[in-house]
């Protein structure tokens, strides 16, 4: 059973930077594929960024954060780290990072168009909010 926890979320300015933690236990991170997806109020959860598994480090962008946002991982901690730059008002949200197994896929982005119904594990979020 993998447990997810994020932390790292707070209120930041518009062009402003954060960087935030997906923390893993119950088994090595570097295994899973993980994801983050991000839920604005009264929106739905949606995908922005993956990782591979099976110690892969290959890596997935939604077109909403891709060349602002930068996922990575480190084995050695367990954790996945979200570097998010260049933050605007859209990017407002809850920040979930979710995981899964890899199974016969090479690449996370595999389960991208299965949204969030492809994760097994969840993390409980971490707000960002991005006002001036």
């Known amino acids: 059973q993998l447990e997810l926890v994020e932390s790292g979320g707070a209120s930041v300015q518009p062009g402003g930077s954060l960087r935030l933690s997906c923390a893993a236990s119950?088994?090595?991170?570097?295994?899973?594929?993980i994801m983050w997806f991000r839920q604005a109020p009264g929106k739905e959860r949606l995908f922005i960024s993956c990782?591979?598994?099976?110690?892969?480090?290959?890596?997935d962008y939604s077109s909403a954060v891709k060349g602002r946002f930068t996922l990575s991982r480190d084995a050695s901690k367990n954790t996945v780290f979200l570097q998010m730059n260049n933050l605007n008002t859209d990017d407002t949200a809850v920040y979930y990072c979710a995981g899964r197994s890899m199974g016969l896929e090479t690449t996370c982005g595999a389960f991208v168009k299965y949204g969030p119904d492809a994760m097994t594990y969840w993390g409980k979020g971490t707000p960002v909010t991005v006002t001036s």
């Open positions: 990782i591979d598994g099976n110690a892969g480090f290959g890596t």
């Open positions: 119950g088994g090595p991170v570097d295994r899973f594929a």
